[in-house]
């Protein structure tokens, strides 16, 4: 990495950042001044303040608290100060600064989101315990359980007793406290962007390998907690290391953006803003510039680059209402791109994120991004779950039971924690977690029950098998997607309804191939963990696969040779079954293309040798023949006889199924004259078996007992087919 782009973060500033409009991310809120390290580094060296006042350090911190909780008690801030600048006193930092004024900084950062006392106390001592002799003891005895529970959860474990694996497994107890408390989580967002935001006094390989652990694993929790406002800064900063020229290229584009006579957003806003006052909807129409990173995309995406793309046009409202009527206004009066439209109020974003999304287009050709949302909306869409406060206090008309019940854990770290426990190293945990973290979206799938299902995007039936029943998946043996019967390989898309079907053996094993359709780590880990810890069974899977992809599982038709009608049986009975033919002395026999059984209509032809073969009325023979000009003999069923039948069985793929369904067929006295079985397609397979019954009453219990075998979902007598004799 060459020197310039090691400069270009520097202690305290944006990378590359410039006057005015050609920061995207500092203009994104309301302008404020960087926090002044140097001011605030000589503030804390003059020690604590006297006793009940506040430090003039954390002036930052209260006036940026104060200005969304009014009434917080600040004793909690003060003393929490008190004790890290003392702990932390003779520390300094690599940039210079006394150490104190990181967790100042991180602190500043959450009070300006909107964190509650609790989160900015345990902020405030952070690093206590990791880099002072401050105990956790001492944190509970002096703040409580919660503050030393956020305190622990952010404190790093140490490389001398875990080596190489200390990061992954900082990173796998952080994530578990996060399940209990999303706050840990947001304080680690925050510490990683001032640690970002300072980077450039490292050594370039390091700034390297921290940008990629915080693309990789940090940026995608920022995302799905909903924080925007640390994420859209921290891909910034992790662009300008890890791609200085295509920053440097970037920053031009937006530098000649600015530079600009003509504003197009501007002028949108402006009309917007005339909309809006004469239809006497309240709203505050705002610019809203991209981020270096989003015009990087929109660059890629769409080549040169117009006014309109350097940013979207942000309308605020004060309720849900206003929302809608604001998008009705300007869908009537300027001219709308409706496919740009998206309602993500009335279906929130899978990371708690509310806005309508729409666009319309200039005569000049250029289309503004338009988003409509509440003010409300728009704390949670910057500040995510840090815009929830507390959200472990009880509403004040909840009973006080003293248990403790996260809202705010979403169904992709309930996912995340559920398989973190499974993988076996932490080196699988470590690469299964960037790999769980790279999927984008989540969409969200609905059970038969009224139930939901949070998955990424790309999961198939799997993979909602064992987000449903864990590792009681491996019983599954196929769905039903929207009503319609579908493999297990089914991706499903947002909004399915799946109804998962479930084998009744609870010695039931999930086949090899299901990991070739599992998406999620959750079905992977315990797919493979089963086949680990049955090696023998998975062998014998892999042989059972490998001879029914060839076609050569059960029992062949050249095994068993189908019977031929003897020539001298008595004039018409079968060899199969009593039918009686209106032609004396004539040898009788089922066609095979349709093998009729009573009491199915039937109908005669005299073939070759002077016998009569029978057919299924309905047999595409039949009327192949009767166009052919062949005579039609009479049959008619005698009595009850020994019948043969061909039956189809369809069903999905698992280990077992074969010799599971010739044993129910053998248990209602059907012996199996010949067997195929075709080659399986998307884990399905169909079997034909030709079997002989003692008489036709004993197919329907037959059929009913195929049915009932796990993996089995329909039976039918064979079809007629137009076969000649």
């Known amino acids: 990495m060459s020197a310039e782009a090691t400069n270009s973060v520097t202690p305290g500033q944006m990378p590359g950042a410039v006057s005015g409009a050609v920061t995207p991310t500092a203009t994104r809120r309301k302008a404020r001044p960087r926090i002044d390290l140097r001011r605030l580094g000589r503030a804390a ?33 003060r003393h929490a100060y008190i004790l890290a600048e003392s702990s932390h006193r003779g520390q300094m930092r690599k940039s210079g600064e006394p150490y104190i004024t990181h967790p100042l900084a991180v602190t500043l950062i959450l009070a300006e989101l909107g964190a509650e006392t609790t989160t900015l106390t345990a902020s405030l001592l952070h690093d206590t315990v990791e880099d002072t002799d401050v105990t956790l003891e001492q944190v509970r005895d002096q703040f409580g359980e919660e503050v030393r529970y956020l305190v622990d959860g952010v404190t790093k474990l140490e490389k001398v007793d875990y ?83 295509e920053y440097a290229h970037t920053r031009e584009l937006i530098v000649r953006n600015a530079a600009r006579a003509d504003d197009p957003l501007a002028e949108v806003a402006d009309e917007v803003r005339g ?36 940013g979207r046009v942000l309308v605020l409202v004060n309720e849900d209402a206003d929302c809608y009527a604001v998008l009705g206004e300007l869908h009537t009066c300027m001219k709308p791109v409706v496919s740009e439209f998206k309602d993500f109020i009335a279906v929130p974003k899978f990371n708690l994120y509310q806005s309508l999304h729409t666009a319309v287009a200039r005569e000049d050709g250029q289309v503004v991004e338009v988003l409509i949302r509440t003010h409300q909306m728009h704390k949670v869409a910057e500040a995510g779950v840090v815009a929830l406060g507390n959200p472990y206090a009880p509403a004040p008309d909840d009973p006080a039971d003293g248990e403790r019940v996260d809202p705010t854990r979403p169904g992709w770290l309930s996912r995340l924690l559920d398989w973190q426990e499974a993988a076996p190293d932490p080196d699988h945990f470590w690469s299964t977690l960037r790999e769980d973290l790279a999927q984008d979206r989540e969409i969200t799938v609905f059970r038969p029950d009224g139930g939901t299902l949070g998955l990424p995007e790309g ?21 039903r997607v929207n009503g319609r019967l579908a493999t297990l390989s089914t991706v499903l898309k947002d909004g399915d309804t799946v109804q998962l079907l479930m084998g009744q053996d609870p010695a039931s094993e999930p086949s090899r191939e299901w990991l070739d359709h599992a998406h999620t780590p959750a079905a992977r880990i315990a797919i493979q963990r089963w086949l680990t810890a049955h090696p023998a069974q998975a062998e014998s899977q892999q042989q059972s696969e490998a001879r029914l992809a060839e076609n050569r599982t059960g029992v062949r038709p050249s095994d068993v040779p189908e019977p031929e009608a003897a020539p001298d049986q008595p004039a018409g009975r079968s060899a199969t079954g009593h039918v009686l033919a209106d032609l004396p002395g004539a040898a009788v026999r089922l066609a095979r293309c349709c093998t009729p059984v009573p009491p199915d209509e039937i109908t005669g032809f005299a073939v070759r040798g002077g016998a009569v073969t029978v057919h299924r009325a309905g047999c ?78 004993h197919l329907p219990g037959l059929m009913r007992a195929m049915r009932d075998v796990a993996g089995v979902y329909d039976v039918s007598r064979a079809q007629p087919q137009p076969q000649g004799d």
């Open 459 to 479: 999961a198939t039936c799997v993979d909602a098998a064992y987000a449903q029943y864990g590792e009681d998946a491996h019983a599954c043996i196929g769905a």
């Open 163 to 245: 080596g190489a694996a200390a990061e992954p497994e900082t990173f796998r107890k952080m994530l578990v406290a996060t399940g209990n408390d999303v706050r840990v989580m947001s304080i680690k967002l925050a510490d990683r962007l001032h640690n970002m935001r300072t980077l450039g006094v490292m050594r370039p390989e390091k700034q390297e390998r921290i940008a990629k652990v915080t693309r990789d694993v940090l940026i995608p929790l920022a995302e799905r907690l909903g924080v925007q406002a640390l994420k859209t800064e921290l891909e910034d900063l992790v662009f300008a290391i890890l791609h200085p020229e």
């Open 45 to 77: 060296l003059l020690g604590p303040a006297a006793r009940g006042r506040l430090p003039d350090a954390i002036s930052h911190v209260v006036e940026a608290h104060r200005a969304r909780h009014p009434e917080a008690d600040l004793e909690p801030l």
């Open 275 to 310: 909309v809006l006052r004469e239809a006497d909807i309240p709203a505050e129409v705002l610019i809203r510039p991209r981020h270096f990173v989003s015009v990087h995309r929109v660059s890629r995406k769409r080549g040169r680059l117009r006014g309109s793309d350097f």
């Open 620 to 697: 595409a023979a039949v009327a192949r023949m009767k166009d052919g000009g062949r005579a039609e003999v009479g049959v008619r069923w005698g009595e009850a006889a020994e019948c043969r039948v061909t039956l189809v069985a369809e069903s999905f793929v698992r280990p077992h199924l074969l010799a599971d369904l010739t044993e129910a067929m053998a248990s209602e006295g059907a012996e199996i004259v010949s067997a195929t079985v075709e080659p399986p397609t998307q884990q399905q397979v169909r079997h034909t078996y030709t079997v002989q019954l003692p008489d036709a009453g």
